[in-house]
Every structure is written in structure tokens, then in C-alpha cells.
């Protein structure tokens, strides 16, 4: 029997939607509900985070995008390449501005003015970048290796980057401003005021001008792999293998407000396309999730402990996209969303009291049902409809096995055994 007492607690946040990918998604950035997605084929795919449709696909590239970002303004957007090339690219166009070479590297940022470009090698050094003339005009040599590096979103001047489990702050000039301080992972808020960085499970928020301490938070026992603030500087999110969380610092008691599940591999990157929106992408699993912060999940399923419950027969996961189908004596097919315990949608077969065999789900749209007679039943579940009923066999169906495209159904009748 499968009983569904409630749902998850409410601090666990249902998906809004999920973009599948046909290339590995290396690099992410968000800016005003529009997502840049950098692959390993190249191409970086833009997306509506409202809709998740997307919208355009920049090409130029002929090696993996690792890494982007999109100016203070949104107007720019620049990316970075294992085919050693950096593209500045205009968003409302699609075009390429300017194009460098300064070969290969693995991290790239953007000043505020739109002057500056900040490039991170594999290695202990930090180039800085004119725009105008495409000159590297300053090199940062650091001691350990750098593992990321990033311009403030509003002084031009100020940038850090990430060496030996420490943040790094410079001037455009590369001089080391400020004594360093701990971190594997770090990110500026969007107006500037604050400097996160995350070591050992907690994090720090710290005023980026005089380095005071503004709220400091247990984050969990394992590390952090990337954070972000939200733009309106309310929340922190940062992840850990392939969850994500989210923080409230507006107080001096800053407090968990969400926790986001859906991917099935670890996350690699992380974003806010907007204060109610947290973008996160599994280079694994080739996907991009959408969480709606503060979205009211649906009320949970609750059964009756008075109530005789049907008898559930069989029961098809479908773990990459967190759903699952039963099928039960009455004849009933459900889906259920696994992360949230709610019933999504019921299908009653044409044949009530007869014994079903067994039940599968297919791409989660393709539902199909069969009993110990000799019926087929296939439902569209996007559209709802009952696709077709069939009778596949003159002998009565023992199981059911539907070919890679689809194109077949195969039936194994107790006749063949």
C-alpha cells in the first residue's frame, strides 16, 4: 500500500519547471529573468527564466563556454572558451562586439564601467584586460593557485579572486587591497555593499568597504561548491551536491527560508535570474532547474485513517524527473510528484474490478496500463486524454515492453510462456 500521509515540510521548494538540454551545460549567468547557459559544444543558449523557452542560441565559440557573465547593466554579456578566445557580446542583438585571445583560461569577469576584463588562468596568475584596446595591461601573480575571480557590480575599481581556500581583494590596477580572509567561495551583492564567502559549512557576509563583519550563518557540514546573492541582496543561496539553499539576512538573525531538491547529480552552478527566481545547473544530469522562491506549494495529500484504502498492484518511478505512476484495484492510474507527495493527476481504465498487471511511464508524458485480460491502455498525461485502447493479443498480456523510440509496443501473452 502506498500511503501519503503529507508532503515534504514547507521549507522544501517545488521546482517551477525544467529545461532539458541536448549539450552538457558548462557555465551559467542570470540577469533581469534572462539565463545564459555556456555548453560544451560551444553554443550559449539564452533563456526566458519566467517561461523557460528559449529565445536565442550565440554562436561563435568552438570549444566549451567555461565561463560568463553578463554586465552590471545586462547589456553585455562575456564569455570565455577552452578554444582560448573571450567574446563580449551585445544581449539586445546577439552579436559579437569585440573578440580577444589571450588563450586559455578559466574564469572571466567583467568591471562595472564596462572597461575592464578580468581573466583567471589555471595557475597562480590574474590578468586584467583593456576593452578599448585589447591589451592585457596588468598581470596578478599570486602564490597558490587562483581558482575564480570577479569585478564588484558597482566600483570598477575593486575586484577579488580566490586562492588557497582564501578571498584575495585588488584594485583595476591589480593592488592587493585589504587583509585576506577565509573562503572556498565568494560573491559580491548586487549593489556592492557586501562581500560573502563561504569556509568549513558557514558562511560570512561582510561590509566590502571596511571588511566589518555583518552576519555570520551555519550553513551545513558539507562545503559550499557556489553561492549567490539575490539581487535585491535579501537572500544568500549556495549549494552542496545537488541541493540548494537559501538564506534570509535581512535581520540580525539570519534564518533557512528554503530548500530546493530536483536534480539528480551534483550542481555546478547557481543563480538569481530575479529576487523570486534561483536558476541551478548539473553539468551531469544536462538539465536547468527553476525554483519560484516563496511559491505556495499545494496542499498535501491526506488520508483518511478511518477510510479503507485501495489496494495499490504495481508502481513505475521515474527518478530524472521526480515523478512516479501507481495503478490500484479500482482501475485508478495516478502520478505523483516524489519531491512533494501531491497527486498530480488520476486516470480511470475503461475496465473496472479486472486484475491490472502492471503500469509505466514513459518520458513522463506517455502512460500506459495493461491487465490480465488482453487490454492496452495509453494515456497522453500533457494533454490528459486517453490516447488508446487496444486489444494487443488473442491470449491474455503477461508484460509489456515498449522499444527505445517508441515506435512499438512488444507483448509477452501467457500463450508464449
Known amino acids: 500500500m502506498v500511503k501519503v500521509a503529507q508532503g515534504l515540510p514547507v521549507e522544501w521548494g517545488a521546482c517551477s519547471y525544467t529545461v532539458l538540454l541536448n549539450s552538457f551545460p558548462m557555465a551559467l549567468s542570470c540577469h533581469n529573468n534572462t539565463i545564459a547557459v555556456g555548453c560544451v559544444d560551444g553554443g550559449i543558449i539564452i533563456l526566458n527564466a519566467i517561461t523557460g523557452n528559449q529565445t536565442e542560441v550565440l554562436s ?57 576584463i578580468a581573466l583567471k588562468y ?55 587591497i585589504k587583509l585576506p580572509f577565509d573562503g572556498t567561495v565568494a560573491d559580491f551583492s548586487s549593489d556592492g555593499t557586501q562581500l560573502a564567502s563561504w569556509y568549513e559549512g558557514a558562511a560570512t557576509t561582510r ?14 557540514d558539507e562545503q559550499l561548491s ?8 535579501r537572500l544568500i543561496a549556495g549549494t552542496t551536491n545537488n541541493i540548494a539553499y537559501v538564506w534570509d539576512i535581512t535581520n ?28 541551478a545547473v548539473s553539468v551531469i544530469d544536462k538539465s536547468v532547474k527553476v525554483w519560484q522562491i516563496g511559491a505556495p506549494l499545494p496542499d498535501p495529500v491526506v488520508i483518511d485513517s478511518k477510510s479503507t484504502p485501495t489496494l495499490i498492484q504495481h508502481i513505475a518511478l521515474q527518478a530524472k524527473d521526480g515523478i512516479t505512476i501507481t495503478s490500484d484495484l479500482d482501475g485508478m492510474a495516478k502520478i505523483w510528484d516524489i ?9 480511470q481504465t475503461p475496465a473496472k474490478g479486472i486484475v491490472h498487471r502492471d503500469v509505466q511511464l514513459i518520458d513522463g508524458r506517455l502512460i500506459c496500463v495493461w491487465d490480465n485480460g488482453s487490454n ?8 490528459g486524454k486517453l490516447w488508446e485502447v487496444g486489444n494487443r493479443s488473442t491470449c491474455k498480456v503477461n508484460t509489456i515492453r515498449i522499444l527505445g523510440d517508441r515506435s512499438e509496443i512488444v507483448c509477452l501473452d501467457f500463450c508464449a510462456i
Open 60 to 116: 561563435g565559440h568552438t570549444k566549451e563556454i567555461n565561463s560568463l557573465t553578463f554586465s552590471s547593466d545586462g547589456t553585455l554579456l562575456v564569455s570565455g572558451s577552452w578554444d582560448g578566445v573571450v567574446k563580449l557580446w551585445d544581449v539586445q542583438t546577439g552579436g559579437v562586439i569585440k573578440t580577444f585571445h589571450p588563450g586559455s583560461f578559466y574564469s572571466v569577469s567583467i568591471s562595472a564601467d564596462c572597461t575592464r
Open 122 to 176: 589555471d595557475s597562480s596568475e590574474i590578468q586584467l584586460w583593456d576593452i578599448q584596446t585589447k591589451e592585457c595591461y596588468h598581470t596578478i601573480q599570486q602564490q597558490y593557485k587562483v581558482s575564480h575571480v570577479c569585478f564588484s557590480p558597482t566600483d570598477p575599481q575593486h575586484l577579488f579572486s580566490i586562492s588557497d581556500e582564501k578571498v584575495w581583494q585588488w584594485d583595476a590596477n591589480g593592488h592587493q
Open 207 to 220: 561590509n566590502s568597504n571596511s571588511g566589518a563583519i555583518v552576519a555570520e550563518l551555519q550553513v551545513t
Open 226 to 233: 557556489s553561492c549567490c546573492f539575490s539581487p535585491d541582496c
Open 252 to 279: 540580525s538573525g539570519p534564518h533557512l527560508v528554503g530548500t530546493f531538491v530536483g536534480h539528480s547529480e551534483p550542481i555546478n552552478h547557481l543563480a538569481f535570474s530575479s529576487p523570486s527566481f534561483l536558476i
Open 339 to 347: 519531491f512533494t507527495g501531491i497527486c498530480k493527476a488520476s486516470y
Open 376 to 383: 492496452i491502455c495509453m494515456w497522453d498525461a500533457e494533454k
